[in-house]
């Protein structure tokens, strides 16, 4: 039992020994951070004009103006009936052909269901353009349509034309 006695108390003394040779390091006193300087505002006399200087003035002709937005929005043209070039599916049937189906309203307002002549149904609300001559729907009635369009007639005058289309009852 010695032999395990001797290694124990040998284990302590190296553990001791080791734990005294750890050195704490010394705190070195860090130097105190430079102050700023205050900067000291310039006098007013300096900012004045002098007797000899000549007052500033801005010329601002030839130079738009920056608080102006760089595009200026103009009014909406009225459709032209030849221009057919991004046309929504709508205006590619004649009023005539469109049949209406449904008319629906709440909160949001009202919305009208149109059925063209391709089998394919359409929702229409105020103001969309409809119709080969460019109708715009005025209004949407609890049982009817009404589209505004014009047209030129055989002398090239323009004419504005009301056309109501209507919500058939039930048959039979």
Not at 10 to 37: F, H, Q, W
Not at 43 to 61: F, I, R
Not at 75 to 83: G, R, Y
Not at 112 to 130: D, F, Q, T, W
């Amino acid at each position: 039992m010695s032999r395990f006695a001797l290694i124990g108390l040998l284990a302590c003394v190296c553990l001791g020994l080791t734990a005294c040779g750890v050195e704490t390091p010394m705190e070195t006193a860090a130097p105190p951070a430079p102050r700023r300087r205050q900067a000291k505002p310039p006098a007013l006399e300096a900012l004045a004009p002098g007797a000899d200087e000549e007052p500033y003035a801005y010329d601002a002709s030839d130079r738009r103006d920056p608080f102006k937005p760089l595009i200026a929005a103009s009014k909406a043209a009225a459709p032209a009936v030849e221009d057919k070039a991004n046309c929504p599916p709508l205006q590619d049937f004649e009023l005539a052909s469109l049949k209406l189906i449904a008319i629906v309203w709440g909160d949001l307002g009202r919305k009208a269901m149109l059925k063209a002549p391709n089998g394919r149904g359409y929702s229409v609300s105020e103001h969309m353009l409809i119709g080969r001559h460019c109708g715009r729907v005025q209004r949407i009635d609890s049982n009817a349509v009404v589209v505004e369009q014009t047209r030129r007639d055989a002398q090239g005058k323009v004419m504005k034309e009301e056309v109501v289309l209507r919500l058939r009852e039930q048959e039979g």
